[in-house]
């Protein structure tokens, strides 16, 4: 076949909308796939657009989640760019030239295998970090599908759109059907409802004409955190595009939360076995990391700081993470003090004003009432009114104290949202102050049951 460059163009591995891409291999043996787009074969138009797409990609540095562009090399016929080639379909790296097939996320879904939700979630980090690249060059991809996920070096990346696609699988402008948003793909959200779809996949192991027959039987859907990471997911494919996540670096946020959450047991039994060891064991292994270190090369020492300061960030956002999630509960317990003590004022207040003024001998109301009855029935039925006035206010006392206690002990509820604490209060708060009204209102009809009561003892 002929060559692009130093590169010689073994075979066809795959071809899209806009070209072909082919198994390469350069001069010294490495390999490398080159897409070559011809501008007859494709038409004006069409070769225009991806030549700006092509220049425009060619500009952004080297990205995680993203595949790298080594070469963009434009000639009289067109154009040809010269990507990292994907992994081995099954993990050969001496593979032969005529036997390879690249490694897609596609092909871990065709075997209905689902992902553990740990590797779910880094994939979808990866994968939003590749498309947050994108978005911060006003780019879209288009086309995000299992089929366009490639393994490079074991992690996975975004692929250039038709990159890798099987004759069978060509896309169109508007990318492939079925992945492609209710609104077609017209911002940032557009790309957000792509990926969410595509780690859906990977989370129930389908395809995504499959997926409403549920996760395959291996889905780790029983995880801790699964339904925290399917909520994500169902944000990311909303169908209204404003209540989706309105950039890729929203949703990489999301995910990194849930990351560092899942990892704080990791993180504390790895503390734990710290503390268990001791000083003189944690010397030791800092002095062997150190003569490691300085055994290695350059790239170790740089490997070993990426991961020390990814180490740092991870134990530093989950820092901040527990302090967002304790400042509820610390709303909540101080809301339950607040109704603690509001219980206990109106508790004493009832409890003093029933152990007074008579709130207990209705019998010696009813000698009273019965000795007016004998002088005057008429004061004495208006009398009668009045005490059954009393005694209805005795008994919406009560009952509104035995509410408040109620309310007092549902605040021991630790599942309980700072909105739903502070309806409590708030409802707890209103009885009081009912009752404080229900004790002057009951004071009054007292003093009127007395006046009328020595209004008839004087006319004696």
Known sequence: MANCGQWHLEREIGHGAYGVVFLAEGPDGERAAVKVCRRDAIGEERYERELRGAKLYRTIPPQEGLVRMREFVEESWGFYAVMDLADDEFGDRDFALDEYRPKTLADVIEGEKALPLDECVKLGMALAKGLATLQRHHLLHRDIKPGNVIYVGGRPVLSDPGLLVEESEATSLVGTPGYVPPENFTDAASDIYSLGLTLKAASFGRRLEDLDKGPALEADTGAKFFPAWWRILNKAT???????????????????????????????????????????????????????????????RDYVERERQETIRSIESMRKNLDADLEPMKRIASIAQELNDLSAKD?????????????????????????????????????????????????????????????????????????????????????????????????????????????VEMRK
């Open 347 to 455: 508790d004493a207040v009832w409890s003093s004003f029933r152990g007074s003024y008579f709130c207990h001998t209705d019998e010696s109301h009813m000698q009273r009432l019965k000795r007016v009855e004998e002088k005057d029935p008429v004061c004495a039925a208006k009398m009668r009114g009045i005490l059954d006035e009393m005694r209805e206010i005795d008994r919406k006392g009560d009952e509104n104290n035995r509410r408040i206690k109620a309310l007092q002990e549902k605040s021991r509820d630790k599942a309980v949202s700072v909105q739903g604490a502070s309806e409590r209060y708030n409802q707890a708060e209103m009885l009081s102050m009912e009752n404080e009204k229900l004790v002057k209102a009951w004071l009054a009809l007292l003093e009127r049951f007395t006046e009328m009561e020595d209004a």
């Open 238 to 300: 909303d169908p209204v595009p404003s209540r989706r996540y309105r950039s890729a670096k929203a949703l990489l946020k999301e995910l990194s939360s849930l990351r560092v959450k899942m990892r704080i047991p990791s993180i504390i039994n790895i503390l734990s076995v710290m503390m268990a060891c001791g000083l003189g064991v944690a010397v030791y292994f800092a002095i062997s990391a150190r003569n490691m270190i300085r055994e290695k090369d350059s790239q170790t």
